[in-house]
C-alpha cells in the first residue's frame, strides 16, 4: 500500500514556543474562533477565524515531572492560512478525520459553501448562494473506526 503524503506549500511560525515579551503580539488566532477540529488522523489542528483557515501542527508534552509540572513544554507551528476573500467571515468548517483527505468543507457568512484543498492551498469549489441565510453549521458523515474492525472481524 502506498504511503499517503500530504505536501505543504508553506511554512511559517516555528516551534519554538513564544518568548514572554513576545506573547502578546504572537495571538494564536486573531478573533473570535467560530470553528475548530482535529484533521489528517489528528496530526493538525483545523481553526476558522473571521475569514481565513488556519492549519497548526501541534506537539503536546506529556512528559510527568512533578518538579516541572507547570512548564509548559507543548509547541504549536501555523503551516498555512488560507483566506477567503469572498467572505466577511466563515461560520462553520468540516473536514474528515478518520483518513487522509485534504478536503475542507467551509460555510461563509455569504451563503456559500466552499471547498478548500489545504494541499495546495486553492479553493477547490465554490457554491454561491446556497440557502437564504448563512449556515451556522457544516458536518460530514464519517465512519467510525469500530466498525471497520467488526467488518475485519467477520469476514
Known amino acids: ?87 466577511h467571515h466563515i461560520t462553520s468548517l468540516s473536514a474528515v478525520n478518520t483518513f487522509y483527505s485534504h478536503l475542507v468543507l467551509v460555510t461563509c457568512s455569504d451563503r456559500s459553501i466552499q471547498v478548500l484543498d489545504m494541499n495546495r492551498s486553492t479553493q477547490s469549489i465554490i457554491s454561491q448562494d446556497c440557502h437564504s441565510k448563512p449556515a451556522h453549521h457544516i458536518t460530514q458523515n464519517e465512519v467510525t473506526i469500530l466498525i471497520l474492525f467488526y467488518i475485519f472481524i467477520y469476514t
Do not use: W
Not at 499517503?4 to 511560525?13: D, F, H, I, R
Not at 494564536?28 to 481565513?52: H, M, R, T, W
Open 1 to 87: 500500500m502506498g504511503s499517503s503524503v500530504m505536501t505543504l506549500n508553506k511554512l511559517e511560525g516555528n516551534l519554538d514556543p513564544p518568548s514572554h515579551t513576545d506573547l502578546k503580539k504572537s495571538q494564536v488566532l486573531p478573533g473570535e474562533c467560530k470553528s475548530a477540529q482535529f484533521f489528517y488522523l489528528d496530526k493538525f489542528i483545523l481553526a476558522a477565524c473571521a475569514n481565513s483557515v488556519f492549519l497548526y501542527k501541534y506537539h503536546v508534552d506529556m512528559a510527568k515531572d512533578d518538579l516541572k509540572r507547570y512548564e509548559n513544554k507543548s509547541k504549536y507551528k501555523l503551516v498555512i492560512q488560507q483566506t477567503v476573500e469572498s467572505a
